[in-house]
């Protein structure tokens, strides 16, 4: 299993960023996909979910902010992120939804807004 998201950095609040998370071994065309963030001292929460029929779902903290893509050919998803907030700081990774207890999750990538 290859989960190699990118794409991160130091923003101001109220930037954009656009991270890529190339994957491989997941079965990727099968699973549902999300975006997962853990910000320092706090648990991993999902944020945003491409679902196999299309449809996306985010959690209402970034809704209206963030956008999540999934490529089918290239096993990849993105996460089109705009207007970012202090909170937005955490270490971002992409996996199936839902992930399991044991799941590998990657290194991630992290995203840290600070002016």
């Known amino acids: 299993v290859q989960l190699q998201a990118s794409g991160g950095g130091l923003v101001q609040p109220g930037g954009l960023l656009t991270l890529s998370c190339a994957t491989s071994?997941?079965?990727?065309?099968?699973?549902?996909m999300g975006w997962y963030r853990q910000a320092s001292g706090k648990q991993r929460e999902l944020v945003a979910t491409?679902?196999?029929?299309?449809?996306?779902n985010y959690v209402d903290s970034v809704k209206g902010r963030f956008t999540l893509s999934r490529d089918n050919v290239k096993n990849t998803v993105y996460l089109q992120m705009n207007n970012l907030k202090p909170e937005d700081t955490a270490v971002y990774y992409c996996n199936r939804v839902p992930a399991g207890p044991r799941e590998y999750w990657g290194r991630g990538t992290l995203v840290t807004v600070s002016s």
């Open positions: 491409a679902f196999l029929s299309g449809r996306t």
């Open positions: 071994g997941i079965s990727f065309r099968i699973n549902h």
